[in-house]
């Protein structure tokens, strides 16, 4: 009997195929997408998932502008930011926050769902999110996917 059929294949950086997957976030709701492009990101939705590796795809967020909030949330929830210094704290509204940067609305729901590590950092990295339609990675020839598919 071959017992090498029974041994569990392990990804590593040589073995990982990224692709570039293009991602619609108009008319989504913040959190449900988020979750949803951080699995995407750490690779949880392939066969060849290691959690120790960054097996996951390269992500293009276009419409973040768009992103829905429920609720008073626009209103009421406070991402908050400290200078480090005393009395250095600092709330800001994600309404404020998106008429300022509407990217960082949903790069900060993102990257509060990856890893706390050097690993997340890294998958962050991956991560490329714009507020309108266009963007500048049409050379890698990203494919739509719809992230209701992916569980």
Known sequence: MDTTSYKTISAN?????KEWVLVDANEEIL???????AIVLRGKHRADFT?????????I?????????????WADKQYVSHSGYPGGQKFITP????????????E?????MLPK??????QFRNLYVYAGTEHEHEAQQPKKINLNSIK
């Open 51 to 59: 959690p120790h590796v960054d097996c996951g795809d390269n992500v």
């Open 61 to 73: 967020v276009i419409n973040a502008e768009k992103i829905k909030l429920t609720g008073n949330k």
């Open 108 to 112: 900060k729901a993102i990257k509060g």
């Open 117 to 122: 590590s050097r690993l997340g950092r890294e």
């Open 95 to 106: 309404e404020k926050l998106m008429k300022k940067n509407p990217i960082a609305v949903v």
């Open 13 to 17: 950086k040589t073995t990982v195929k």
């Open 31 to 37: 959190g449900r997408f988020a979750s949803k492009v």
